[in-house]
């Protein structure tokens, strides 16, 4: 399975950006996907995850509300829907995704990580 982020940007505090994640290979064999992200000087941290037919989706507590995560089956492909963003948003985000022997929210498949920027 190889995954493709992309999406990100510099955009100021209360903007909105929308990550993507393609999947390709063997992506059949996914079952969940999820976005992590790692803030300058911070440990990786996880954000959301989806199941690959949709029906089990969750956030993280601190951008429930403003983030949604949303996936197109067809397509292999996941988004992040990132509205209100905050400086604290601030990381480079990466997409992840495991198949049914893995961990649902931290499989084996990593994205490249795409650059989120947020100026107060």
């Known amino acids: 399975v190889q995954l493709q982020a992309s999406g990100g940007g510099l955009v100021q505090a209360g903007g909105y950006l929308r990550l993507s994640c393609a999947a390709s290979?063997?992506?059949?064999?996914?079952?969940?996907m999820g976005w992590y992200r790692q803030p300058p000087g911070k440990e990786r941290e996880w954000v959301a995850a989806?199941?690959?037919?949709?029906?089990?989706?969750s956030v993280r507590p601190s951008v429930k509300g403003r983030f949604t995560i949303l996936r197109d089956s067809a397509k292999y492909t996941m988004y992040l829907q990132m509205n209100n963003l905050r400086p604290e948003d601030t990381a480079v985000y990466y997409c992840?995704?495991?198949?049914?022997?893995?961990?649902?929210?931290?499989?084996?498949?990593w994205g490249q990580g795409t650059q989120v920027t947020v100026s107060s």
């Open positions: 992840n995704a495991a198949t049914r022997d893995m961990d649902p929210l931290m499989g084996d498949y």
């Open positions: 290979g063997d992506a059949v064999s996914i079952t969940t």
């Open positions: 989806i199941t690959i037919d949709g029906d089990t989706k």
